[in-house]
């Protein structure tokens, strides 16, 4: 079992920049890979990021070079720096953690982008 707790989410104006946290606790060392997805209000989540240990960053396209996403030692903590923030990124994002088959889910934390 793995437990995540997400946190980092807030209001900004567009064109500012938010970091999100995601911190793993459990059978941390059994994580292979950590990301982010959101979910705007009825639409369905939608990747955001992700990052599998020994692979490349995933991005969706969406992104273009605005977010980064890290997980420092593969501990257990990961981030997402979000820059240059837009209306449309304004949702909930979700922290995902994989364990091979299982994936567990953050509690979620709201973004907020508005001028």
Known sequence: QVQLVDSGGGTVQPGGSLRLS???SGSV????S???????????????AN??????????DFVKDRLTIS?????????????????E???VYYCIAQTGP??????????TVSS
């Open 89 to 91: 990124d304004t949702a």
């Open 51 to 60: 990052l599998a240990l020994g692979y490349r960053p995933e991005y969706a």
């Open 22 to 24: 995601c911190t793993a």
């Open 34 to 48: 950590m990301g982010w997805y959101r979910q705007k209000p009825g639409q369905e989540r939608e990747l955001v």
């Open 29 to 32: 060392i059994s994580v292979v």
């Open 71 to 87: 997980r420092p030692g593969n501990r257990a903590t990961a981030y997402l720096q979000m820059n240059d923030l837009k209306t």
């Open 102 to 111: 299982r994936a567990f889910w953050g509690q979620g934390t709201q973004v």
